[in-house]
């Protein structure tokens, strides 16, 4: 560790940069958001302030409960699901089987898409006369399951959780994946020698091994999964009957279609404040480990 | 190359960069859709328009979508940028409140063409007297109905609501692969919205009065009740498959015009189908235009569409604008841009050309244009979304349409208590 | 070792059922797009009256999604995209070294508020966002764009180059101090060298975050000059009408590039994680 006044100045000195960018276009930002937050600011008025008006409305308000759980089932169910998804992935990609290679070029394709391209994509699958899902189902005699399923109270939700799995899981593959070929070889061939199963292999070798890169995945899209307004606005819009709002399409709502900024930002420094909880106790938690 | 030299070129680079930003504030910014986004007409459109005008436009028109338009107008109008905006009349309403638009009177008194604009298309964008835009086209939604079916099965165009339902039923139930009717009814899609006011102006011309100083809901719960009620046979009659639930407009338009329903209530534009393969083309050609059924309660009346054309408060220039809005809305160009989208003109002598009096099509939708009811100018965001969830609520069974009237009766009148 | 049949054949049935799962989507809209509209709507799987065309992919390259150019889009794209893989990767050198090697007060605070950015809903942020950058006169420019870019790829970047600086032993840096190179040599005769692959990881997600974003090129861009892939492929989705085949033609060209890059820096991908990520 590089320990005396002189460079440490340099030490400061060369993170300015990034300081500055975040300071400009992350926390000047978020800050005027903040003190935006206790205001009544919209497009129709000027703001003034109003103290804890509009965090009480939140809190008071059962749609915003009922968002809140769904964000937090969709957000449990999309990042464990992509995670073990992905790791069996990874787990697959480090065999020694036929065709890997042109698996490996071509998983990388659903992370690359753009979201609207996707979301088109999907609707392709699962229009009610079009989609191939539906398609497939009247040719193999199970016509009566036929349905628009973006538009099923019961199917649309997990529809929304396999695009979002459909999306990630194949970037925590490629994490996992590198991290596995990292794993000395040797820590295996002792543990074959002593007759320890595959099971016991995985437990006690791979996953404590894998613990950095599955933080560094798993933190980064519980957040990108909680902000995510998009793949659902455009999809079911929040529908049907609500069954698929979000905290980020209410609040996209609140912001765009409602032009209530200030509301619409006390809503989002809730969220921020569940996400940094969240991500504090993590981070601790797998150091705590070390 | 070493990496000392690629940091010090990239940064020299974005230095540079930083540096020559372009900025031509002589050049005027019209935004509109019939200039951006993919259609049959936009080609001619574009030339037409570049090619006749007498001002230094910007060849960059903007956002293609009405959604990221209005996202965009309201982030940046105060920066002057656009001069001039197109829309649709919801966002005039909000604009407008919001202080980002012009409003027109002292333009519209000298303006020479004022004698050409039908009256009730001028009422729509009028707010307490202050006229806010001059509209380029307008619309009703009708009954359009496949002429070919409707002769086979010697069925008869439904003129009230209880015939609808029986006609559309009948069509589910003999008719092979085609449903008899369809409702948009996906969370947050404005079609749906403007198909529930459709047949909700027939039993009540307004929604809400803003003629007092606190707005009232005009709209009873009995009135929103019929109109649920009208959903509820529908879906549960068969007469709209219940595959379609939660369709958006897109369902709807392509599902029309690919043959999968006999009746729809749509505006004009699915004109345009008719360019994009023979089938739809087809299909346009079979299809016969009626007045929406009318309630035996009722008075016709249906869903009235106009675009205005808006100059932006703080353009640097209102002058100019107001000639840019008068260059895209003046005779030829109205012809050339609605005669191609199959919409009808608020212009007298567009309408009174050839090119539109000969058009089966926009003649059909013109001998109803009178029965358009022009929506009450209060910003429809909030009403909007609680119709479209009692429309939700209603088809996924979440209670009987009588329950459900009455608490979208309550949430109209809280959201009136806040406008 | 050798593995059982049947373990084999299992595991052959789940690497096919993943890649399917993945594929399956872009394999029908890859199909689509050369498909004509009405064989689209036809809901049947085979029937393609007038066989299978290109013609999706002219009209995306003549049209270009409205009155623009596709070819200018695309070449914004990769101009905007590259620049901000550059300085994001040199900022985050810096910042990561700087993290990684010097006793900084607040060090942990600022490593997690790093990830606010990735906390409050963007969409919240555009009004300020554009007044910050309307300020600067950045508007519907290049570095305007850029600079949103930069934030939306420097967390991770930082993050993933610490990572890797901090699996480099500490004795190298001491060994070159002691020949008398000062802290910035030392970044860029050794440990840089080391630590190389997992900048390549660091550049190919700020190119891609950079490729993919719509939200901020759609504020910050007003012209021609400056509009992207995401926001051509957006004109295609009309208000009254779609270009469907457009749109899966405009979709698979936008994905193509990707692809190449993906591909030519796989090995260095994987190389790259590996040698760092697990370390940290």
């Known amino acids: 560790m590089i320990n005396n006044k002189k460079n440490n100045l340099k030490g400061y000195l060369i993170l300015l940069p990034t300081l500055l960018a975040f300071g400009l276009i992350i926390f000047y930002p978020t800050v005027r958001a903040f003190i935006q937050s206790f205001t009544n600011a919209s497009i129709y008025n000027e703001a003034s302030f109003i103290g804890l008006e509009n965090y009480i409305k939140v809190l008071n308000n059962p749609e915003f409960w009922t968002a809140f759980m769904h964000t937090f089932v969709l957000v449990i169910l999309a990042v464990s699901l992509q995670y073990i998804l992905g790791m069996a992935m990874a787990l697959l990609l480090n065999e020694d089987l036929k065709g890997l290679g042109w698996v490996k070029y071509t998983i990388m394709i659903p992370w690359v898409i753009p979201v609207a391209s996707t979301v088109v994509m999907f609707d392709w699958l699962v229009l009610p006369d079009y989609g191939l899902i539906n398609m497939i189902l009247k040719n193999i005699g199970l016509g009566h399951l036929t349905r628009y399923w973006f538009g099923d109270k019961n199917f649309a939700f997990p529809l929304i959780v396999i695009m979002h799995v459909w999306r990630n899981m194949p970037f925590y593959a490629i994490t996992l994946y590198a991290g596995l070929k990292s794993i000395p070889k040797y820590y295996y061939e002792a543990a074959d020698i002593d007759g320890a199963s595959a099971w016991h292999k995985f437990f006690y070798i791979t996953l404590p091994n894998l613990k950095y890169p599955s933080m560094i995945v798993i933190v980064l899209h519980v957040l990108w999964t909680f902000n995510n307004f998009d793949f659902i606005y455009l999809s079911t819009g929040g529908g049907p009957v609500g069954s698929t709002e979000v905290l980020a399409t209410q609040i996209y709502q609140t912001a765009w279609n409602y032009y209530e900024y200030g509301h619409a930002s006390a809503m989002g420094i809730l969220m921020m404040l569940v996400m940094m909880v969240f991500s504090i106790f993590y981070i601790r938690l797998v150091r705590s480990d070390d | ?419 | 070792m050798h593995q059982k049949k049947s373990t084999l054949i299992l595991k052959y049935i789940a690497l096919i059922s993943l890649t399917m799962f993945i594929l399956v989507p872009f394999i029908w809209l890859f199909y689509s797009s050369f498909r004509t509209e009405s064989a689209m709507f036809s809901g049947k799987f085979f029937e393609n009256p007038n066989g299978l065309m290109i013609k999706h992919y002219f009209n995306v390259f003549q049209s270009g999604g409205g009155t623009g150019n596709f070819i200018g889009y695309f070449k914004n794209s990769i101009l905007i995209a590259s620049i901000t893989t550059i300085v994001v990767v040199t900022i985050s050198v810096f910042g990561a070294y700087s993290l990684s090697r010097f006793q900084l007060k607040f060090k942990n605070a600022f490593i997690i508020t790093m990830l606010l950015s990735n906390m409050f809903p963007w969409v919240l942020l555009v009004i300020p966002i554009f007044g910050l950058l309307f300020s600067m006169n950045l508007i519907d420019s290049y570095a305007g764009i850029i600079f949103t870019h930069i934030i939306l790829g420097l967390p991770f970047s930082i993050w993933l180059i610490k990572g890797y600086f901090d699996g480099v032993p500490k004795e190298l840096d001491e060994a070159a101090m002691i020949d008398g190179l000062g802290p910035f040599q030392t970044l860029i005769k050794v440990i840089l060298p080391v630590a190389a692959p997992g900048i390549v990881v660091a550049s190919f997600y700020s190119f891609m975050v950079s490729w993919g974003d719509f939200l901020f090129v759609s504020v910050i861009s007003q012209s021609m000059a400056t509009k992207t892939l995401p926001i051509g492929l957006n004109n295609f989705f009309g208000s009254t009408q779609v270009a469907w085949g457009s749109i899966n033609a405009a979709t698979v060209i936008s994905i193509i590039p990707t692809i190449l890059l993906f591909s030519m820096l796989q090995k260095w991908i994987v190389e790259g994680l590996t040698s760092g990520a697990v370390k940290g």
Request: aromatic share 12%; charged share 25%.
């Open chain 2, 1 to 419: 190359m070493s990496i000392k030299k690629s940091l010090i070129l990239s940064l020299a680079l974005f230095f540079v960069l930083t540096l020559t930003f372009s900025s031509a504030a002589e050049e005027l910014v019209l935004w509109h859709t019939s200039f951006t986004s993919e259609w049959s007409g936009l080609d001619e459109t574009v030339n037409f328009f570049e090619n006749n005008t007498n001002l230094d436009v910007s060849t960059d028109y903007g956002p293609p979508l009405y959604r990221d338009i209005s996202q965009q107008f309201i982030v940046q109008a105060k920066t002057g940028n656009p001069d001039v905006v197109e829309g649709v009349l919801e966002q005039m309403f909000t604009y407008a409140k919001a202080g980002l638009i012009m409003p027109l009177n002292d333009f519209w008194k000298g303006y020479e063409d004022k004698d050409q604009y039908l009256d009730n298309v001028m009422d729509a964008v009028t707010i307490d007297g202050e006229i806010y835009a001059i509209p380029y086209n307008t619309n009703v939604r009708l009954l359009l109905y496949r002429k070919s079916i409707f002769e086979e099965y010697g069925l008869e165009v439904p003129t009230n609501w209880d015939e609808l339902v029986e006609t559309a039923s009948y069509i589910s139930e003999n008719v092979e692969g085609m449903d008899g009717f369809m409702f948009t009814t996906k969370e947050r899609e404005v079609r749906a919205f403007q198909e529930f006011m459709s047949f909700y102006l027939q039993l009540n011309k307004s929604m809400f009065d803003v003629s007092g100083e606190n707005v009232k809901v005009t709209a009873t719960v009995d009135q929103l009740e019929e109109v649920l009620n009208l959903y509820d046979k529908m879906f549960s009659s068969g007469a709209i498959s219940m595959d379609n639930r939660g369709a958006d407009w897109k369902a709807l338009d392509y599902g029309y015009t690919s043959g999968n329903q006999a009746m729809v209530t749509v505006g004009p534009w699915i004109w345009s189908h008719r360019y994009e393969d023979e089938a739809r083309a087809e299909v346009i050609d079979d299809t016969g235009i009626a007045a929406i059924p009318v309630n035996k309660n009722g008075t016709p009346g249906t869903y009235m569409e106009v675009k205005p054309i808006m100059i932006n408060k703080y353009t640097d220039n209102p002058e100019k604008a107001w000639n840019l809005v008068k260059e895209v809305t003046n005779k030829d160009f109205q012809l050339l841009v609605d005669s191609n989208a199959g919409v009808l003109s608020p212009r007298k002598d567009v309408m009174a050309e050839p090119k539109m009096a000969d058009n089966w099509w926009l003649q059909g939708f013109s001998k109803f244009a009178d029965t358009g009811v022009a929506l009450d100018p209060i910003s429809w965001e909030r009403p909007q979304n609680a119709i479209i969830g009692a429309i939700q609520e209603v088809i996924y069974d979440e209670g009987s349409p009588a329950e459900i009237a009455e608490k979208l009766h309550q949430e109209l009148s809280d959201i009136a208590a806040n406008l």
